[in-house]
């Protein structure tokens, strides 16, 4: 009985979403002679138009603002068969509170009323601050983008801040609504003309309608800029001018000539109406997030902190994610971490976790991902589990109360596995921790291999690389904004849990791990403790390994020791271009070699984590360290360089 209570209560917490979509005092009118059907979508006014016989795969457009403006064209793809939609975000000037408004609608529409995944977007005048804000969000949901005379620039409209007329009336509301000063909405950057890479990379098709007498929203300030901007990321763009008829309202306003073509671009954009696998299906709930919710909502502060590699350290997912939740949370004081650092997998993760994440701080979500470079460094699936569960649970023993979500991202090596029905290795070792401690988890490898096979993009004309494009990255961010929505926004907990440990899984896991300073080797012989190390050539370093202090050695017979206690001691060392070879024994026992030149050293000097010594009897131990006379063939040098002893102490 308790068990099936649990179930319920998952089941609710997992689809309160549309409960949570409060529809109020629906109502049946004719439009254009079209039935209406008008309600309060949380409160809010919204309506959606029928056709008389819906297009296979339900398609629609999407009003922003003045939706009773030019309908001319909304009746032609009616009578096609396409649903017309609005929800009343106006004076809101396109801000993220309308973004996030629109979200809601947007899930209603397609998981409820079961509309395409793909919509058509009308922005008239002001609306056009809306229909790009929401796509650049948004672009795989997006099929096409039609405008006419857009404001895309506050600045232009209504700060009147160039050639355009503005409205000093509506740019006091503006500056109230975001919350600026003029002087910070000057500088303001996240408007439509600007960051249009995802769009542009999942070549949304973008037509404007303009005057070219318009000095309410000039097209020099506004069409002009956007559409040069979206051409040179290699959008799409059309832009078709009103010159017949009477122009009104400061040329803003004009007749609309050849409504059923403008249609046309709607239609020939919108349809078919092609199927998309769902973000839901590449996630598992293995367990909530109800203490990050807690924080967010109830105490509005929180920290999140990003462990991962390259692809967690470059500017793409990880920044849109920090982006969403203080748009989705304006009230709440973020402090965000990023730990990701090129070329490290889960062994580095495992022994920097304490010192790059846990030290600063009360740490309340903390996204981790490895399976990209533990393929390419070549970890053993067995240290992958002891360091990936040695990660989870150091975290756990530190704060109880945090909150995980597990990732696999993608690289080739997996497409070709998963195109063979093969569940890689790495991604099988991430989805078994996150299942045992009750982690989310978000198997991005298999959502993009799926997408590829379904035909919804190619590898090498849309994401491109492990390391994705602005394409990629949008593919990635919409799986872990689609987990956020589900896991903290439509979460109704309303106190902290904390976690109970189960037994471990690996009887070694690094669950002790930590960096020790090289300052407690003894040397012996020829090694020397730069405390603020750098490169004397030009070869490449990673942020956190150059100017820090560095035990090294060029010398052949260069010999050091180290003292330690716990059950499982290594190395990280820096393998540039002259990386020698060494020996080593751990208590005088099994001398064994290790070549420290990579595949990567030849024009950088990578941060290389060794473990040397693995499952040993409790107590203290020493590592002797010796530099040996050979070396790597593609080696310039004997160079033996530590920046941290790697200590796993006996878990208590």
């Not at 983008?145 to 409205?167: A, H, M, N, Q, R």
């Not at 949304?204 to 309410?216: R, Y």
């Not at 967010?296 to 849109?320: H, P």
């Not at 131990?621 to 040098?637: D, M, Q, R, W």
Request: net charge positive; aromatic share 12%.
């Amino acid at each position: 009985m308790k068990k099936l209570i649990q179930l319920v209560i998952l089941f609710l917490l997992s689809h309160n979403a549309f409960a949570q979509a409060n529809i109020t005092e629906e109502k049946t009118s004719t439009w254009n002679k079209f039935e209406k059907v008008a309600f309060k979508f949380n409160g809010i006014e919204a309506w959606y138009v029928k056709p008389s016989v819906a297009a296979k795969g339900n398609p629609w457009v999407w009003r922003a603002h003045f939706p009773s403006w030019h309908t001319e064209m909304d009746s032609v793809l009616l009578e096609r068969g396409f649903y017309v939609a609005y929800i009343n975000t106006n004076d809101l000037f396109g801000h993220p509170k309308a973004m996030m408004i629109w979200d809601d609608f947007y899930n209603y529409l397609v998981k409820e009323r079961n509309f395409a995944p793909k919509v058509a977007l009308e922005g008239v005048s002001r609306g056009g601050l809306y229909v790009y804000g929401w796509a650049k969000r948004n672009p795989a949901k997006v099929s096409c983008i039609y405008t006419e005379t857009p404001v895309l620039d506050f600045k232009s409209w209504p700060g009147g801040k160039g050639i355009g007329k503005g409205s000093p009336k509506d740019w006091a509301k503006l500056l109230e609504v975001y919350h600026l000063t003029e002087e910070e909405a000057l500088k303001y950057d996240d408007l439509p003309i600007n960051n249009l890479d995802g769009l542009a990379a999942y070549k949304v098709p973008i037509l404007h309608v303009i005057g070219l007498q318009d000095s309410l929203a000039p097209p020099v300030e506004n069409t002009d800029v956007l559409v040069k901007n979206y051409i040179s990321k290699g959008g799409p763009a059309t832009v078709v001018p009103m010159t017949k008829g009477k122009q009104t309202l400061s040329g803003h306003h004009f007749s609309i000539e050849g409504p059923e073509k403008l249609a046309d671009f709607i239609y020939q954009n919108s349809m078919p109406v092609i199927p998309k696998l769902k973000d839901e299906d590449f996630i598992q709930m293995f367990g909530q997030l109800s203490n990050i919710a807690y924080r967010i909502k109830k105490e509005k502060k929180a920290t999140v902190a990003f462990l991962g590699g390259s692809i967690t350290n470059m500017k793409g997912w990880r920044d849109k994610v920090c982006t969403y939740l203080k748009e989705l949370y304006p009230e709440t004081d973020f402090t965000f971490i990023n730990a990701g650092i090129p070329s490290l997998g889960s062994v580095p993760h495992v022994f920097r976790l304490k010192n790059d994440v846990l030290d600063k701080g009360r740490i309340d979500l903390m996204f981790i991902e490895s399976a990209v470079n533990d393929y390419g460094n070549g970890t053993s699936e067995q240290q992958q589990r002891k360091a990936l569960e040695g990660i989870v649970r150091h975290a756990y023993q530190v704060n109880p109360n945090i909150n995980m979500i597990m990732m696999a991202f993608v690289d080739e090596d997996k497409i070709a596995d998963y195109k063979v029905n093969k569940i890689p290795v790495e991604v099988k070792v991430h989805q078994d921790i996150a299942k045992h401690y009750q982690i989310p988890f978000i198997n991005l490898a298999e959502a993009v291999s799926r997408r590829i096979e379904a035909g919804e993009f190619t590898w090498d004309g849309d994401f491109k690389n492990l390391h994705p494009s602005p394409f990629g990255q949008e593919i990635y961010f919409s799986e872990i904004k689609t987990l956020i929505r589900k896991g903290i926004k439509d979460n109704l907990t309303t106190q902290l849990t904390a976690f109970k440990l189960p037994l471990a899984i690996q009887k070694y896991a690094y669950t002790k791990g930590d960096y020790v300073g090289v300052e407690k080797a003894v040397i012996k012989k020829d090694f020397v403790l730069d405390p603020s190390w750098k490169p004397k050539n030009k070869v490449n370093t990673r942020p956190g390994f150059v100017n820090v202090p560095v035990l090294s050695s060029t010398n052949p017979d260069a010999e050091l020791s180290f003292s330690f206690t716990g059950n499982a001691v290594g190395i990280a060392i820096l393998a540039g271009p002259d990386a020698g070879t060494i020996s080593y024994t751990i208590d005088g026992k099994n001398p064994k070699i290790v070549d420290l030149y990579t595949q990567w050293s030849k024009n950088l000097h990578l941060p290389w984590y060794l473990v040397l010594g693995d499952e040993l009897a409790k107590g203290k131990h020493v590592l002797t360290i010796k530099v040996l006379a050979n070396h790597n063939e593609k080696s310039l040098g004997n160079a033996c360089r530590i920046v941290h002893f790697l200590v796993n102490s006996n878990e208590k």
